[in-house]
């Protein structure tokens, strides 16, 4: 984990600066800032450890319970952002249990390494940048000015002269009109119906037989023309490629994964649920009990080598609306030791939510019409007013928390952004009034704002 992404620098952030930064992006909900702000910091109070303690330490999981448009998912997003660390967002009701189709819970091993690989990957090839980068351009003027076979020195000194001259061409972007002839490598392997064929089959096996087959059948080049700008990124990016040590890259990839892997799990109250009296279900207790092993701590098989699951790190987020976390089996409760609750939001919090955080949605629409050469600018009494008729809404209809001030603000903006365009240089200030005259109809009709909003 590092702060780079925070820009505070190289150095590992402590939970008051990762609590700090999720504020500037979401209002409110503090005990789900802090525990997952403490979570992170264990993960580099865990590598300072002597290696044979280490191994004892197992991250404390969470479970953040709280309705809808609260701000977990939001919580989730930011903490990718800041993590700088392997991180996968999955919904646990696209899981069912082992023997019927559909997902294995073993998948959130594999899509995490692989979200890992890319990560590495990524690095690896910032590292080899100016090589690649280099080696690109001597491509490219090979393409602009092919090399002269050795004949007498004059004539080779002559075709340098010429090829330094154009590389100072390139250099300063004089070139730009060129276009030049790229090999591209495109895959050889048929078109096969895998699903078909694999039947039964674990999942993954499908990606498995892929990569097979792709190894056996020869890659097919074609020759592609591409601009000068085009065709530098597209060399640079083979040259990376070929200087990258996959090996090393899937090593380090599966090592981060164990060490630094954190999943979130969201809807987790979806298959929370005692055994079903109407016979097997599939997407409650069965997936529960398949999650077990993961959360706990196992050994799963991916393309990319085997991954301990015992370091990963998993949070886990649900509405609790119709079941609690108390529902959930025994054994998987006992994984989550942490529990936060979020509080629903009012208008107070809307109001923040409204003017605060970096983002926010005064701000972004205020943006989007500047684009357009409209000052667009909100009275804080309208924004006051805002706040009010989004949580009358959700009072009388259904309660989904901030994501109302998304539909409240599109219906309150509507003609404003159809006829941005045709008033350009204009100012426009959303005053109460203002606000009053586009939504009170539609606050005082229930009827309609369950349609409309």
């Not at 019927?100 to 080899?128: P, Q």
């Amino acid at each position: 984990m590092t702060a780079e992404a925070a820009g505070i620098g190289a150095r590992p952030l402590v939970p008051r600066e990762i609590v700090s930064e999720l504020d500037r992006h979401i209002v409110g909900q503090a005990a789900a800032k802090r525990a997952v702000a403490i979570a992170l910091r264990n993960r580099w109070r865990r590598r300072q450890v002597a290696p044979e303690l280490r191994e004892e330490i197992a991250p404390k999981n969470i479970i953040m319970a709280g309705p809808t448009g609260v701000g977990k998912t939001e919580i989730a997003r930011r903490l990718a952002k800041l993590a700088q660390a392997p991180f996968l967002k999955v919904e646990a009701s696209k899981f069912t249990e082992v023997g019927y189709v559909g997902r294995d819970v073993e998948s959130i091993v594999r899509d995490l390494v692989e979200i890992a690989v890319h990560m590495v990957r990524a690095e690896e090839m910032e590292k080899v940048a100016d090589r690649a980068r280099a080696a690109a351009e001597e491509r490219l003027l090979d393409l602009l000015l092919p090399p002269v076979p050795p004949r007498a020195g004059e004539a080779d000194a002559g075709s340098r002269e010429t090829r330094e001259r154009l590389r100072l061409l390139l250099r300063e972007g004089k070139l730009a009109d060129r276009t030049v002839e790229v090999e591209v490598r495109e895959s050889a392997v048929p078109v096969i119906d895998l699903i078909g064929m694999t039947g039964g089959a674990p999942e993954g096996m499908e990606g498995n037989l892929q990569e097979m087959l792709s190894g056996l059948f020869p890659k097919k080049t074609r020759r592609k023309r591409m601009r000068v700008p085009e065709a530098l990124p597209f060399l640079e990016k083979e040259e990376a490629g070929r200087l990258v040590d996959m090996e090393r890259v899937k090593r380090l990839a599966v090592e981060r994964t164990e060490e630094s892997g954190i999943v979130f799990l969201d809807e987790i109250d979806k298959i929370a649920g005692r055994e079903s009296l109407s016979g097997p279900d599939v997407s409650r207790q069965g997936v529960q009990r398949d999650l077990l092993p993961i959360v706990e701590g196992s050994s799963v098989n991916t393309k990319h080598g085997v991954v301990r699951t015992d370091f990963i790190l998993f949070i886990a987020a649900g509405a609790f609306h119709v079941s609690k976390p108390s529902d959930l089996i025994p054994e998987l409760q006992g994984r989550f030791p942490i529990r936060v609750e979020l509080t629903s939001l009012g208008k107070e919090e809307f109001v923040r939510i409204l003017t605060e955080p970096h983002g926010a949605l005064t701000r972004q629409y205020e943006a989007m019409l500047a684009a357009e050469g409209v000052t667009l600018s909100f009275d804080p009494g309208a924004v006051e007013r805002i706040a009010e008729m989004a949580c009358e809404v959700n009072e009388r209809t259904e309660n989904i928390g901030a994501r109302r001030l998304h539909t409240v603000m599109e219906r309150l903006l509507d003609e404003l952004l159809f006829t941005a365009p045709d008033i350009g240089g204009q100012v426009v200030v959303i005053t109460r009034p203002y606000v009053e005259e586009r939504l009170a109809g539609i606050v005082r009709d229930a009827d309609l704002s369950r349609y409309i909003l």
